[in-house]
């Protein structure tokens, strides 16, 4: 029986101990319930959670107080994170699409010190996801729900030349394009000139 209690009181400390997650209010709208006294008024919630290492979720949540539909929203984004690899730990890998319903985002990487270029609710998913660079732009929907899951749609997308490379059966440098050619090419041409 004491075995029992102590498992359960390791998976107690292990949720502890799991890393602090930042989150960002992105919407928030009063609703209502037409009973047959009159209307009834609550809250929804728009929440975007991640570690600004790679990790991001979104929930919603809607409770009769402004601070239980934010709580709730905020459960859900920690249970429904997904991961993105980026690079250099700023930017994307490449340029991508995501779409939901009429929300259609269009996402580029960018050199360094270009900041994040997007719009409400798309800025929050990648200030909680960790990336510095980015452009990116919002076609369709302006609906920050819609706009959110286009742009966790798009993120999902994503894959790392780690995982192209494990996946066709070839080594990262194999399909990385060689900078030196590169290098080499452009001073060849700066010398014929």
């Known amino acids: 029986m004491a075995r029992d209690d102590n498992r359960g009181g390791n998976r107690r400390n292990q949720r502890d101990e799991t890393p602090e997650f930042a989150d960002r209010l992105v919407a928030i709208n009063r609703v209502s319930k037409t009973v047959k006294g009159g209307k009834r008024f609550g ?7 991640g570690d600004q290492k790679g990790r991001v979720g979104f929930g919603k949540g809607k409770a009769k107080e402004v601070p239980e539909a934010i709580r709730k929203a905020t459960e859900q984004a920690k249970r ?25 985002v269009v996402m580029r990487t960018a050199p360094e010190g270009t900041g994040i270029i997007a719009g409400g609710p798309m800025r929050a998913v ?3 996801l960790g990336i510095k660079d980015v452009v990116s732009k919002s076609i369709g929907s302006q609906n920050p729900y819609n706009m959110i899951r286009a742009t966790m749609d798009g993120l999902k997308k994503e894959s790392s030349p780690r995982a192209v490379a494990q996946r066709r059966g070839k080594k990262v440098a194999d399909i990385l394009p060689k900078r030196d050619d590169h290098v080499e090419s452009s001073a060849q041409l700066a010398e014929e000139a």
């Open 126 to 128: 990648f200030e909680m």
């Open 43 to 49: 809250f929804a919630a728009l929440v975007v959670v």
């Open 80 to 104: 429904q994170m997904i991961r993105v690899q980026l690079r250099e730990g700023r930017t994307l890998h490449h340029d991508m699409e995501g779409r939901h319903g009429a929300g259609k």
